[in-house]
């Protein structure tokens, strides 16, 4: 079991948990994040360990104390900033996410909690307690309650974190002030793990985790092309956007996502759209937001399984949605890739690796994808049925 | 490929953000001060690009190089001024492009160093307005109807008055320290050409981002010394390009100027700068390619004519490659042709057609490999085209005064004011001087150089010591009118055919002396001015204490044709350059008898030279150093010394090194390590083994040793240059180790000298040598510290990082040396502790 831990180098009381045990460390510089290093915790040589890991970001370290970058109010403030949490009837993690929330320095300018299908009171009585606004969507679906959230918001920034994330202190600053030019229209942080107690948290983080590095990086359709793999900028579960986006882009599609029958999909959906409509999205590993995977291998199976699905789900609307043979092109040469590289060569190199978790969790993967297109199909009948 | 925008940013200054005008990446060169580090493309699509997203990619792409610049930086020695009153042009060609010529000219009027003249050749223009914008921008215009980028350029070098002339392009933009920086170069009077680093002013189109990828000019961030004694003139092509160029116009005039059947405006469309560059090497000069020289180059913005320049390039590097071969039947540049076509040209083509990443579009591939295959026939047909017409007459170079030291010459009498003899410092004032002079068989030098010192204007007494009189030099100083006779010392060698060495006969000389300073000279030298003696006296009567003054020698010829004597003589004006530029910090390594001026009573404190056959200079100088007596540069006194050694009497020298070290480091235990053989301990294996094999035969190379010198020769006349350098090392080595081998008897003596406890103990109790990797004077080096034998400490943030061998410096010509080896070995080690100063 490996614990997690961070630290900041350049401040000296920032030191690191008396554990004995391996550790997973975010360094950092300030508001900066040079990295994730795995070391073995042994508070008898907090010095050296401390050393070692300055020694390992020493040209970082050295190059950022001399470079002048002069101070900048681009970037918007925490209070410009709504947190939304889109919860369904998971009182007992929704409690920890809001305390979490409660913690941040500085604040953000708002909390909402859009309580999504609810059968119980459970967490109506949770918001009252901890005073935190609610507002009720009573269709389930995460996108249509995404939706209900930057409707009911009113700052001109919108996260969005799951109701098992906990957020770092520093997030709505982070959050904020990365959105430094007006391009910048959405911002994805960093999702580390909140807890790796089980085999199949560790599993899930060896096979990729949420994280998408340590760089702060641009996406943008023609100086920095993602291609048809928003999955490479963000996930859902640390997500901010401009209100204004995503009022043009017309929201968060209700056909997608957990509570309907593509199971996901709606943040790739989302960034897609964003990036496709030539705007730049910011990858800003300062905002850390730490997520508690499934603690069961049964939850890790299906959560690859809901991948799938949700994939091909997306991938499906997207191709519709294009408009000329080129897009659809491009979309279909993504299909076959991701196929042939997750469901076919995937599961050959898992096989010779002997790696039988990485194994079960691709075809689970790979089952799912054969069922995204009636997914989406379903979810296109039942919402023209509806209005 | 979308819109890129070009970018230089000081990482030492303040960021800001930046105006991206419509474009979406960012093409960044990024420096250190003036050293540029390198380039890189980020996607910019923020209009302005934030400053924080700007300093992530500098941060992420250049925080290493930017730390080696910086300890760089700390670690080299100040640029040596060049030469005062060094006369410069600026010499810009130019057809048909007067709005660029005008741009050109306006950034050469904001140069920073000073420019005597800027001469605009004007090439066969069709278009009217270049003359106007000449004259607008207070430049000369020169009129050159026949087309051709040699002949303008050799029309330029025609005209001007400049020592040095830079020369750029008429679609080239310079830096405002562009001048000074290729200008620095020039310090060293062996440099005959320097080159900058050209960057490009816009890449806004896909043309022009084409043009860099595939055809721009940059040679990297690094500076490089292409020295002509060492490497073979096949190399030209990798050290620049006209567009930013700096040439000696002796060097061209030598050279007999451009080949005009060469570069634009001719069937061979480029090549000429090259063949120039090519030309100063084989001379065994240097070139110095200079980055933090920099001049932005106006790329093409037509596909069309974009094609045409690749095609040029190609017919111009074939024609060089034609011209090199034909004219100087040089081999190495067939086969650096070879490799050429053969790696480069058909595997760059085969990539492009198959479409490989990075690989250039067939077209421009297709287009190179065109105008390659057509080269040689386009010089064919050049040459013939100027058969029939002279080319541009060069005066003659300058005649071989003696004096290239100091450009431009200037007569004897003109040294500065503090030097004459009527200066406070009364002649009578002086101490008396004896001149001692071991000579040995060299009847007509000895003769010379008694004829030069009776000119001089401070009279002294003259010592000869002959070491055996073999050709009647005694009967030739008899026969010398009174006045003009020296004192005559006659060593009786036990055999004619060895002398008792020039070390005794100094002694003997000294001995017989009767003046307060003792001044050494060779019999081979020849003073340049009649204040040699003066200049010695007035060191002693200033220094107040003893002190040993070394006067330079250098080579009094500097245009020599044969290849080993270019060796040489770059070895001599290297070592010389210090005391003639009256560097501070000499040690014992400096002394050399040629020229050698100590008190007589210091000398006989000392006890006089150790008798052995060669190093009884660094000797001599070490117990000086040790008695605290300083080791001080004369540096008017120069003495000219005829650089006539050949390879087998310089190996033999080597051989005799090699002994004498011996005796020096048994003389004195810890400096070992600090000389030559101090190497024994770092011998890589194969080395070691060789040096094994010498203690057990120390003779066993010695047929290879006589029969070398003549093939190398032949070698060397094919242009095989970096082979023959390389050889010569090796047998340098050899013989040296020989002489080792044959002194010490065996290894163990070796291992004896140079046990670590031996000196380092010294060092590291009262008198460790401290070399600070942060301190700004850290490059004022281990020698301060008198004779510490040991090793040096080094150290940066406060934290000592380990020791570095002091014989990596022991040689102070060699601290270049030095602090590239220290940054080698503690570049991580610094950047860490720096990291630690920074993170608590």
Not at chain 1, 253 to 261: I, S, Y
Not at chain 2, 282 to 298: D, K, L, S
Request: hydrophobic share 45%; glycine share 10%; aromatic share 6%.
């Amino acid at each position: 079991m490996t614990a997690l831990a961070e630290i900041d180098l350049l401040d000296e009381a920032s030191v690191l948990p008396p554990s004995t045990g391996p550790l997973r460390v975010l360094v950092r510089a300030g508001t900066t994040v040079l990295g994730t290093v795995d070391v073995n915790g042994d508070p008898s040589h907090a010095d050296a360990t401390r050393r070692l890991l300055v020694d390992r970001f020493a040209a970082t370290l050295w190059a950022r104390s001399r470079v002048q970058v002069p101070a900048t109010d681009a970037g918007c403030g925490a209070d410009e900033l709504t947190v939304v949490v889109c919860s369904r009837d998971r009182p007992q993690l929704l409690r920890g996410c809001l305390e979490a929330l409660a913690r941040l320095t500085p604040a953000s300018g708002h909390v909402l909690v859009v309580d999504n299908a609810p059968t119980t009171s459970e967490t109506e009585g949770l918001c009252a307690e901890l005073g935190v606004a609610r507002i009720v969507e009573p269709v389930p679906g995460l996108d249509r309650a995404r939706n209900r959230g930057w409707g009911a918001a009113t700052t001109p920034l919108v996260a969005y974190v799951d109701d098992d994330a906990r957020t770092h202190p520093d997030f709505a600053r982070a959050v904020a002030s990365a959105f430094m030019a007006r391009e910048i229209v959405a911002v994805t942080g960093l999702v580390r793990p909140a807890e790796l107690t089980t085999a199949a948290q560790v599993q899930f983080e060896a096979h990729g985790g949420m994280g998408k590095g340590d760089r702060r990086r641009l996406f943008h359709r023609e100086a920095a092309p993602v291609g048809v793999q928003p999955h490479r900028i963000g996930v859902g579960t640390n997500m901010a956007f401009r209100r204004s986006v995503l009022a043009a882009l017309g929201g968060f599609d209700d056909r997608l996502d957990v509570g309907t029958a593509t199971r996901g999909g709606g943040d790739l959906d989302m960034l897609y759209r964003v990036v496709e409509a030539g705007h730049v999205v910011v990858y800003e590993p300062a905002a850390v937001v730490h997520h508690i995977h499934r603690r069961d291998e049964a939850g890790l199976l299906r959560q690859s399984y809901d991948n799938g699905v949700a994939y091909a789900a997306c991938l499906q609307k997207w191709e519709s949605a294009t408009d000329g043979p080129k897009g659809a092109a491009a979309i279909g040469a993504a299909r076959t890739r991701w196929h042939v590289s997750r469901h076919v060569r995937g599961p050959l190199g898992a096989m010779r690796r002997r790696d039988l978790v990485g194994l079960r969790l691709l075809l689970a993967e790979a089952k799912g994808s054969r069922h995204g297109r009636t997914a989406l199909l379903a979810e296109t009948r039942r919402i023209t049925g509806r209005t | 490929m979308g819109c890129w925008r070009t970018l230089t940013v000081d990482l030492e200054a303040p960021l800001a953000d930046v105006a991206m005008g419509g474009a979406d990446r960012l093409h960044i060169t990024a420096f250190a001060g003036s050293r540029p580090l390198g380039s890189v493309l980020v996607p910019a699509p923020i209009d302005p690009f934030p400053a924080p997203l700007l300093a992530d990619a500098l941060v992420e792409h250049f925080a290493e190089a930017w730390h080696g610049a910086v300890l760089e930086d700390r670690l080299s020695p100040p640029a040596a001024a060049p030469a005062e009153g060094l006369r410069t042009a600026v010499l810009v060609c130019s057809r048909d492009r007067p709005e660029s010529l005008a741009r050109c000219l306006r950034s050469i009027g904001s140069l920073t160093a000073r420019v005597d003249e800027v001469i605009v050749v004007d090439n066969a223009s069709s278009v009217p307005g270049t003359r106007a914008v000449v004259e607008a921008a207070g430049a000369r215009y020169v009129h050159e109807p026949v087309p051709g980028l040699d002949r303008a350029r050799n029309r330029g070098f025609a005209v001007t008055t400049a020592d040095v002339v830079l020369c750029t392009d008429d679609d080239v933009e310079v830096d405002p320290d562009w001048a000074s920086r290729l200008l620095d170069c020039f310090a060293d009077p062996l440099v005959m050409a320097a080159t900058g680093l050209v960057l490009p002013a816009r890449l806004d189109t896909e043309a022009r981002q084409l043009f860099e990828e595939h055809a721009g000019f940059s040679r990297g961030v690094r500076r490089r010394v292409f020295d002509g004694a060492e490497t073979s003139a096949a190399s030209a092509g990798a050290a620049g390009a006209g567009a930013s160029m700096a040439l000696r116009t002796d060097a061209v005039r030598r050279a007999g100027g451009f080949p005009e059947q060469l570069d634009a405006g001719t069937p061979t469309a480029s090549g000429g700068d090259t063949a120039m560059v090519y030309e100063v090497l084989r001379q065994g000069f240097r070139v110095v390619y200079e980055p933090r020289a920099v001049a932005f180059h106006h790329h093409r913005d037509d596909p069309v004519e974009l094609t045409r320049v690749l095609r040029g390039y190609g017919t111009g590097l074939y024609a060089f490659f034609t011209h090199g071969i034909a004219r100087h039947g040089d081999l190495d540049l067939l086969l650096a042709a070879t490799r050429w076509t053969a790696t480069r040209l058909v595997r760059e083509t085969a990539r492009s057609l198959l479409h490989r990443p990075g690989a250039a579009p067939a077209a421009l591939a297709l287009a190179e490999l065109r105008g390659s295959l057509a080269g040689p026939l386009a010089y064919r047909r050049a040459t013939r085209r100027i058969e029939d017409r002279p080319n541009v007459a060069l005066p003659s170079h300058r005649p071989e005064d003696g004096r290239w030291w100091g450009c431009p010459a200037t007569p004897a009498t003109d040294m500065p004011a503090t030097d004459k003899p009527t200066d406070e410092m009364d002649a009578a004032t002086l101490p008396s001087v004896s001149i001692v002079i071991p000579s040995r068989g060299r009847r007509s030098s000895l003769l010379r150089l008694l004829g030069h010192l009776r000119t001089q204007s401070q009279t002294a007494e003259v010592v000869v010591v002959l070491d055996g009189d073999l050709d009647g030099s005694a009967a030739a100083l008899a026969a010398l009118p009174d006045l003009a006779r020296p004192v005559l010392v006659t060593l009786d060698p036990p055999s004619p055919a060895q002398g008792l060495g020039a070390a005794l006969a100094r002694n003997a000389g000294a001995a017989a002396a009767s003046g307060e300073v003792l001044l050494f000279l060779d019999d081979d030298v020849v003073p340049v001015d009649d204040l040699l003696v003066h200049h010695h006296a007035t060191l002693h009567a200033r220094a107040g204490r003893p002190v040993l003054g070394v006067g330079p020698c250098p080579p009094s010829q500097l245009w020599v044709d044969d290849r080993f004597a270019m060796a040489v003589r770059n070895w001599w004006v290297d070592h010389h350059g210090r005391l003639l530029r009256d560097e501070p910090g000499l040690t014992f390594t400096d002394v050399a008898t040629a020229n050698l001026s100590v008190p007589r009573t210091c000398f006989a404190d000392l006890g006089g030279f150790l008798p052995v056959a060669r190093r009884e200079d660094w000797e001599l100088g070490y117990r000086a150093v040790g008695a605290g007596i300083d080791i001080r540069a004369v540096p008017a006194a120069i003495a000219l010394h005829e650089a006539d050694v050949d390879l087998a009497s310089a190996l033999e020298d080597r051989h005799s090194e090699g002994q004498g070290d011996v005796a020096f480091a048994r003389a004195h235990p810890g400096v070992a390590r600090r000389l030559p053989l101090g190497d024994w301990a770092r011998l890589g294996r194969r080395r070691r083994r060789l040096v094994a094999s010498l203690f057990d035969r120390p003779e066993r190379f010695r047929f290879v040793l006589r029969a070398a010198p003549p093939v190398l020769g032949m070698l060397a006349a094919r242009g095989f240059v970096s082979r023959w350098s390389r050889i010569r090392t090796d047998l340098a080595f050899v013989s040296y180790w020989s002489g080792v081998a044959a002194a010490a008897g065996t290894a163990d003596v070796l291992d004896t000298l140079l046990a670590p406890e031996v000196g380092r103990t010294a060092v590291r109790t009262d008198q460790a040598v401290v070399f600070d990797l942060e301190a700004p004077t850290a490059w004022q080096p281990p020698p301060a510290a008198g004779n510490g034998d040991g090793d040096v400490l080094v150290v940066a943030g406060g934290e000592a990082l380990g020791w570095a061998p002091l014989g990596w410096g022991g040689f102070p010509w060699a601290r270049e040396r030095f602090s590239t080896a220290v940054r080698w070995a503690f570049a991580d080690h610094a950047l860490r502790a720096e990291a630690r100063a920074v993170a608590p």
